[in-house]
């Protein structure tokens, strides 16, 4: 029986879960109507789930009326849910599930840490919640945020069993183990499997592997997964092929999706994940490999967090770096093992008294400031506009007194100061970003205002619409926002009927010669995206559509 808490102890509680919810709420769902989906990604994975909601078919991705098999059904489940929530499927609604799964993931890793480094257990949740990837895809309607929250809370779980020995805790890695099948596919298993392999081999515990493949878990990871995974192969032949073949495989072995980056892509992408904690998990990490000979040297079964978090960081990074496709959320899942370390580590010090080195206070400030002053600069760098003198001015002094206000906090409380004295800038910068970024990327980067300029127009509300000359991302977001599909001239997919046209600036002499005879009239366009709008008339009997 579990001793009653104290009214000390009850009053941190209430303390830490207003605290957490009020930032979480602040990171992740404050501001999330600001923005309209961006990229290619989000408006593909968000009319999936829309269509498979009007299909009412929670099997099969589908996206314009074809089977989209690239993804497991996890975030298209809980989009689903929150479009029924919210009525209708939205940009918002989109986001919501990572937003939602973000905050519980927050909230997971400050009760595993209460329950197995009571102390740190704030530092631990915050530091996850700030961290610059974190917010990012918290707030993004992908498959990157479902996987990481599933991820880490199977290997919490995992390490909760190895230091308890209690198997509710390996039922739980089992459990989320499946959900992180279910969010992005195999490659959550392979990730946990080469964590789990490396910490058994430091240990020297061998058996350690043979107790986690325990019947009754295995049972419960087919018993989640095994039905999707069945019901989409008998319902989708083509399904074996195209996602462990192609989208699995080949992504990890080929090129074959056009992400190609050097091997060491994901050094500075994993330093810019963790800002504004860059300096010292680094710290945290490298105390860690130093310490690594004394800990390898204790009795197997000995507790070891800073070696499991230090494999469950490193270990993702490396797997990916030797990927020939490459993009920035593969890595996300590894983001909340460094967070946790970096707790453990102040924690530690805190228990010393000890100050941070001057030179880790230092580059520490420096970063926060920087950080600062981009939130101010940002805005005018996207439009291409020059600083105004008084924009240069309020961003150095904000920044010249981030420094000192950490070299006066930090020299003078240690690392007990160092959670609060960072998150102050995080929440000035992130309110920052939602007045003047966010709306910038709107503009600039978002079909939502696009389609509202078509929409004003009696033209632009035309059925049929083709794009000529743009990125993906204009393709994706005008057919989600229009909810349908949109035809591509690229692709030669040239309507017969009057249809509009959204092309880059200045190609109406190009569309005039790909559409011989054929009227091309242009009544608008998006100046900020540099888009034109066209009307091409109906083909006459004998053209050519």
Not at 328 to 344: H, K, Q, R, V
Request: proline share 6%; glycine share 6%.
């Amino acid at each position: 029986m579990r001793p009653t808490p104290n009214p000390s102890e009850r009053a941190r509680r209430s303390t830490d879960a207003l605290a957490l919810f009020a930032f979480c709420g602040f990171l992740f769902i404050l501001g999330l109507q600001l923005v309209g989906l961006v990229g290619a990604d989000e408006p593909r994975y968000a009319q999936v789930a829309r269509e498979m909601l009007t299909r009412h078919d929670w099997v099969t991705p589908v996206l314009y009326g074809h089977p989209w098999l690239e993804k497991p059904p996890l975030y298209y489940w809980c989009a689903m849910i929150a479009y029924k929530g919210a009525g209708e499927a939205s940009d918002v609604a989109a986001r919501l599930p990572s937003a939602v799964l973000s905050m519980l993931l927050t909230i997971f890793i400050y009760v595993w840490t209460r329950r197995f480094r009571r102390g740190m257990q704030l530092d631990a949740a915050l530091i996850t919640a700030s961290a610059a990837s974190i917010i990012g895809f918290g707030r993004s309607a992908s498959t990157d945020m479902p996987l990481t929250a599933m991820f880490t809370a199977a290997m919490l779980c995992w390490y909760g069993w190895y230091i308890s020995d209690r198997r509710n805790w390996l039922l739980g890695f089992y459990f989320f183990s499946a959900l992180a099948t279910l969010a992005k596919g195999p490659v959550a298993v392979f990730l946990a499997g080469l964590i789990i392999v490396a910490f058994a081999a430091l240990r020297r515990d061998w058996r350690l592997l043979l107790r986690t493949l325990w019947p009754v878990g295995i049972a419960l990871y087919l018993a989640v997964t095994a039905p999707w995974f069945i019901a989409v192969q008998r319902a989708n032949p083509e399904f074996f092929r195209v996602f462990f073949l192609q989208h699995n495989l080949a992504r990890f072995t080929t090129n074959l999706y056009h992400h190609p980056e050097p091997f060491w892509f994901y050094l500075p992408v994993a330093l810019l994940a963790l800002v504004p904690w860059t300096v010292f998990v680094v710290a945290a990490v490298l105390d860690a490999i130093r310490d690594w000979r004394f800990s390898v040297q204790q009795p197997a079964g000995q507790e070891d967090l800073r070696t499991y978090l230090t494999l469950w960081f490193l270990l993702p990074i490396g797997f990916f770096s030797l990927s020939q496709s490459k993009l920035p959320g593969y890595i996300l899942p590894a983001i909340p093992a460094g967070a946790i370390l970096l707790a453990d580590f102040i924690f530690r010090r805190e228990q010393d008294a000890g100050k941070p080195a001057m030179w880790m206070v230092l580059l520490h400030a420096l970063l926060s400031a920087a950080m600062l002053a981009a939130a101010f600069i940002v805005p005018f760098k996207l439009l291409k506009l020059g600083l105004p003198r008084n924009v240069i001015i309020v961003a150095a002094a904000l920044a010249l007194v981030t420094i000192i206000m950490f070299w006066f906090v930090l020299q003078n409380q240690g690392y007990r100061a160092l959670r609060f004295a960072t998150l102050v800038p995080v929440v000035i910068a992130f309110a920052l970003t939602l007045r003047g970024t966010a709306p910038m990327i709107n503009l600039l980067l978002s079909e939502r205002l696009v389609q509202a300029s078509l929409q004003r127009t009696e033209i632009g509300r035309i059925p049929d619409i083709a794009v000529y000359d743009v990125p993906p991302a204009v393709e994706y977001g005008l057919a989600f926002y229009r909810n349908h599909a949109v035809a591509s001239y690229e692709r030669n997919e040239i309507p017969a009927g009057d249809h509009i046209v959204v092309a880059a600036s200045g190609t109406k002499a190009e569309l005039e010669y790909r559409l011989p005879g054929r009227k091309v009239i242009q009544f608008g366009g998006f100046q900020w995206q540099h888009l034109d709008f066209y009307l091409i008339a109906a083909a006459r009997n004998g053209q050519r559509p």
